[in-house]
């Protein structure tokens, strides 16, 4: 639960009994001595760079000081005070300070349009061609943060960002979840992380988010990795009806179970699959899936538009038969006819017929050891646990948009999507996962990592025709790189009644 | 009516009846002289170069009597014999040589492979490089010749064919209807007339038509006028599935009433206003069509997917309408997909989302003087009422397939359909008309020509919702450029009625 700065007062009776044990309306003892470095409300110092700690998580905080305790995290001042505390206290003050609300305005504004411009870039668009989604991915619309993992970054002080990227580069930081900074670290030039440091201190901690802090339809400057196919940029986009249908088209992209929300019956995005916007090599991306197609399909038996192929991504991937409309959309409907046009813009000046580099994701060679779902499992909770949750279910926020998406589970694709295939499962992850740290898994691990995730129930085919040997037989008889109809920790997965077993035992 | 060789001896008295008074079956005493040089049966004679005569169409025969006994057409023997006929005689000889059946086998056939390949290219694939048509285009399949004004040329002697081309380039003989084979004989290099009468010498006259000469699916050899873009040929096209698509959708495309039967409700193909299978620049290419789609379109106040542009070109230029199905393919009907797969394949390598040059129709400038359809209905009958008939009614062939498309009447576009804007026709026709000897006319007579085309009535605007006044403000407010609801020789365009009632006066 978070307040509004200047509410509490009135509210610190009721705060005292409807909040959890930890949570304090008065600051405790403990906190006094924080107060001198980072402010009475904990709103943090800009000019000497001691951050804000109003408003973080809890678990955040006190992560932090369990680290500076243990010197994981260097900092003498911060090494010597967390070592004087106590377990009690470290959650004390840890509750405090996370149920104060983040100040209004930002910690500074720099003047350096140019250097803002650069650091926004990064933060609300990322760094693609390095292969580096934007800051925000994980810490939010607006850098606020999300759920326990993620901090906000909006307002916090420009040196204290700095220096923590710098920390972590040189591995003064513990790693953190995923090892995602220390990636993220190395893969900005130290201009870059000054620019990041100025645009996320820029930013207002609380309040309506800026509209200059949405990402762009598409990224300003050049995003495309060294050697492959450069998508348009944001400049690029036509005005008219038809940048109108584009930009329809890149919202569903983005946001599916919002924007065409009549067809989707998960919590599934195109983007989910396809990252950066679906412009991203190896990640399937839209452009070069639009110069091959129409295409024959042997999934469908005949030569697919794309239209067509698009509502194969809305019967499979978004579960369709889930939604209010029950089936897919019409080739003629608006959100295929959208989608249709973003994808055709994103492929301006591709060559038409042409397999070009990075389509698809890339073909995996089989594991070097049978695969295991065991190891899978300790792979799992150590690179993908921080955004998709220990129980795979991704992380939903209050407005019911998905940050992070559900990897199995009723809001997750279904058994017919090609996801579900462990072959490009492992692909996927190999080369995209996870977000910021691509490439950084091995084959096996990656094999791993996808059997453990396809060994959990999902929606049903909608091929099922009620049996599920003929099923199998028809659709899923590969049975090394498929799950379906296989016995995995006592599920019977893609048996009627599989997926509410697994809901039951895990409402 | 033809017969077939052998067949006649038995068939005479039946003849004597049956057969307009012209028709004999026994050689008349007038053509006993005409047999020393052209054979008994009329079959020529290839060594000496004298032409075939059994089975072309007693109005050619004719022609080309009164012609050499003019001296328009430069023959000492012919121009001789010629005079010393009477008319009469000119009728009787023309008529028995046409009621003559074609001999079985060709004059002659060449051992040169290379100069019949080239041959064979020009004669069923055309020479569109210089924006030639193939001779088989007029000549019908076969080079077995098309009506009465177009005659066979298949297993006429090589000599004298290329005598002819050799005639006409240096305009010893009359330029014929529509003046085409002036032009075509100057377009063609001597070695390529060598190689056509070659080519045509080698084919059967009668009997079945041998496979090679059907036209390919493309060219073997680059078509693309110079400075334009290629589309991939004949050898290009994929083995399997999207192969058999691919090959499908040419079919379609080249016979629309015959292979989408189901949606067409005239006798109208998609070729008819994409000249070389959808291949020509300045023909509206399907190769530029395809990379600038999706696209927002005023016409149905959206963005098209291309399969939704296909199916306007079903409800308007094919007047589905009328056909048995009563409307439009669906976007994933099969008839769709193969014409995508089609035209996908014409566009390989193009640049997605790129106007390229020869897109379209180009744009015309008003004409100088404002049309007139009194001098439009002269230029139309010197220019193209040999091939789409002085009615307009185009030519329907014995097997229901059109040779030449009507351009008005219940078997020609309807009142939606592009091709009815004065300036759409009058680009159309100054740019490709009449077929191989585009870009002849003036500005001035292509409007004229349109003008006087698009004064006649045809199938009813779909869009027309029972109010002529509503439909003409909504649909057909151009007045200057679109006929639609003006009364034009006592016919009141577009109305409920005028169709049926010029049916009637020209049946």
């Known amino acids: 639960m978070r307040m509004k700065r200047g509410c509490w007062p009135w509210l610190a009776g009721m705060l005292l009994v409807g909040v959890s044990g930890a949570a304090l309306a008065q600051p405790p003892a403990v906190a006094q001595s924080c107060a001198s470095c980072h402010g009475s409300q904990g709103q943090g110092n800009a000019a000497a760079g001691y951050p804000r700690l109003a408003g973080l998580s809890k678990e955040y905080i006190a992560a932090q000081l369990h ?12 090494h010597g005070i967390a070592q004087g505390l106590s377990a009690t206290q ?42 580096m ?13 999300i759920g326990a993992t993620f901090p906000p970054l909006a307002g916090q002080p420009a040196g204290y960002i700095e220096a923590q990227l710098t920390a972590w580069r040189q591995g003064k930081r513990p790693p953190g979840p995923a090892e995602l900074m220390p990636s993220v670290a190395k893969t900005l030039t130290a201009k870059q992380v000054h620019a990041v440091a100025l645009y ?14 949405h990402p762009d339809l ?7 990795m060294p050697g492959y196919f450069q998508p348009p940029l944001n400049h690029d986009l036509p005005k008219g009806k038809m940048g109108a249908s584009i930009r329809r088209g890149y919202k569903i992209f983005m946001n599916t179970p919002k924007y065409a929300k009549k067809y989707v019956g998960d919590g599934m995005s195109c983007v989910d699959c396809h990252t950066n916007r679906g412009r991203q090599a190896q990640a399937s991306p839209m452009w070069a899936a639009w110069v091959i197609y129409p295409k024959y399909r042997g999934k469908n038996g005949r030569v697919n538009t794309m239209a067509m192929r698009n509502e194969g991504c809305f019967r499979y991937s978004e579960n369709a038969q889930g939604s209010a409309n029950g089936k897919k959309p019409a080739d003629s409907s608006r959100v295929i006819r959208d989608l249709s046009s973003y994808m055709f813009w994103m492929a301006k000046n591709a060559p038409t017929g042409h397999h070009m580099k990075g389509q698809g994701y890339p073909h995996i060679a089989k594991p070097p050891k049978p695969y295991s779902r065991e190891r899978g499992h300790q792979l799992y909770a150590d690179n993908c646990a921080a955004c998709h949750g220990s129980d795979g279910q991704g992380l939903r926020l209050a407005k019911g948009e998905y940050a ?81 109809g296989k016995t995995i920790n006592g599920l019977h997965l893609g048996a009627p009644g599989t997926l509410k077993k697994w809901e039951k035992q895990h409402s």
């Open 67 to 78: 680290a500076f305790a243990s010197g994981a995290r260097a900092n003498s001042i911060m």
């Open 404 to 484: 992070f998406p559900a990897l199995w589970g009723p809001q997750s694709f279904n058994w017919g999507a090609g996801m579900h295939r462990l072959n490009t499962a492992a692909s996927f992850i190999l080369h995209n996962m996870p977000l910021g740290r691509a490439n950084s898994l091995t084959v096996q691990q990656a094999w791993d990592v996808a059997a453990f995730m396809d060994a959990h129930p999902r929606p049903q085919d909608p091929r099922f025709n009620g049996n599920m040997k003929e099923t199998i037989k028809k659709f899923h008889s590969r049975r090394y790189i498929d799950d379906y």
């Open 90 to 131: 470290v959650k004390t003050v840890a509750s405090y300070y996370a149920q104060l609300g983040a100040p209004a305005s930002a910690a500074s504004t720099s003047k350096n349009s140019k250097l803002l411009a650069a650091g926004r870039e990064i933060v609300v668009n990322g760094l693609w061609q390095k292969n």
């Open 133 to 145: 989604a934007s800051c925000d991915a994980c810490h939010g619309l607006g850098a606020r943060g």
């Open 200 to 213: 996320l201190a820029s930013l207002p901690p609380s309040g309506a988010i800026p509209k200059s802090a």
């Open 218 to 224: 598409a990224p300003n400057q050049a995003d495309a």
